[in-house]
Nanobody, 127 residues
Framework: QVQLVESGGGLVQAGGSLRLSCAASGRTFSSYSMGWFRQAPGKEREFVAAFNWNGLIVYYTDSVKGRFTTSRDNAKNMAFLQMNSLIPEDTAVYYC????????????????????WGQGTQVTVAS
């Protein structure tokens, strides 16, 4: 089991940046691949990024490529999502998720392949 807690959300102007953190507790963090998802008001939760146990294999949804960057620090049981050049369309509740495999799930965009979730953190981008 792993427990996840996100932090770092907030209100930012368009063009600004935020860094989300995901603190993990429980079993060995490096045993898990990680994902970031988001859910905007009135919409379904959608995939943002996924990365493997060492953070070197990363997948992004097209809308965030070049603006968002994932990273992780296994020694500190932390994962991060650096978000730059934010736009109002990025407004959502952001969730980190963990899959019980060091490698990214084959269907990494599918939230059903992640067994552990944080509570989410709100990101609001003002125009």
């Amino acid at each position: 089991q792993v427990q996840l807690v996100e932090s770092g959300g907030g209100l930012v102007q368009a063009g600004g940046s935020l860094r989300l953190s995901c603190a993990a507790s429980g079993r060995t963090f490096s045993s898990y691949s990680m994902g970031w998802f988001r859910q905007a008001p009135g919409k379904e939760r959608e995939f943002v990024a996924a990365f493997n146990w060492n953070g070197l294999i990363v997948y992004y949804t097209d809308s965030v490529k070049g603006r968002f960057t994932t990273s992780r620090d296994n020694a500190k049981n932390m994962a991060f999502l650096q978000m730059n050049s934010l736009i109002p369309e990025d407004t959502a509740v952001y969730y980190c998720a963990a899959a019980a495999s060091p490698n990214v799930p084959l269907l990494y965009r599918n939230e059903n392949h992640y067994g552990f979730w944080g509570q989410g953190t709100q990101v609001t981008v003002a125009s």
